[in-house]
């Protein structure tokens, strides 16, 4: 795996497709997908229109949390706890998942407060979401598979191309029954490098959800020009 990840490094920006990693590898294309395979499920790498780049998750093995974004998402943060009075969260994608990178939380004394470095999932939680309405469709089935019922499926898709056309993801107490969130995410160049979200107890967030999304939509705007 460290040969694939050399390769990949090694590499112009545009990527490497799968073939190429074979012929340099010296190794039969199915092996080399197996293995490639695992490294896009854990975030080590990033496939884009069967190209491979490096991916977040060497940053989360290095300690490193991609300054650069952490930094231009800040101000941001703290200008939406500031106005909501609820916690505000900068995640990151990491393979399958999403991980908290940042957050200015709340000074209210019952408050949301998302735990750092662990990996939460695409669905249902809002910043995951964010995330997953910008894959492609066969993406998205494979990921659901058997995380939604055959039933939902189709329920699931409409959300996910309602959150790519608004740029706004929402959570009404899915994840957490008393938890209600909302989440933008921050695009560069056609790729979501982060999310910012808000989140706190359904009972003062969810009458303000519409309030949020706009906020949320303008401070994601304004981290990315910021990167």
């Not at 490497?16 to 695992?38: C, I, N, W």
């Not at 969260?89 to 209210?108: F, H, I, M």
């Not at 089935?141 to 409409?158: M, N, Q």
Request: aromatic share 4%; charged share 25%.
């Amino acid at each position: 795996m460290t040969d694939i990840l050399e390769t990949v490094a090694a590499a112009h920006a545009g990527g490497v497709r799968l073939h190429e990693l074979s012929q340099t590898l010296d190794a039969p294309k199915s092996s080399v997908f197996g293995l490639v395979k695992g490294l896009v499920a854990t975030g080590y790498l990033v496939e884009d229109d069967g190209s491979y780049q490096l991916g977040p998750a060497l940053d989360q093995l290095l300690a490193v949390e991609r300054p650069s974004l952490v930094e231009a998402a800040r101000p941001a943060l703290e200008a939406l706890r500031d106005r909501f009075d609820e916690t505000a969260t900068l995640a990151t994608p990491v393979g399958e998942s999403v991980v908290y990178a940042d957050s200015a939380e709340s000074r209210q004394m019952i408050r949301y407060s998302p735990p750092r470095r662990t990996r939460r999932p695409l669905y249902p939680p809002s910043p995951g979401k964010a995330v997953l309405a910008q894959w492609s469709r066969r993406r998205q089935e494979a990921y659901l598979d058997g995380r939604v019922s055959p039933e939902e499926l189709p329920t699931v898709l409409a959300e996910l191309d309602q959150i790519r056309a608004d740029g706004v993801a929402f959570n009404r107490g899915e994840t957490l029954p008393d938890v209600s969130a909302a989440a933008a995410p921050v695009i560069v160049g056609g790729k979501v490098l982060g999310v910012i979200s808000v989140a706190g107890p359904s009972s003062r967030v969810s009458g303000r959800l519409d309030e949020l999304a706009d906020a949320l939509r303008e401070a994601a705007a304004a981290t990315a020009s910021r990167v």
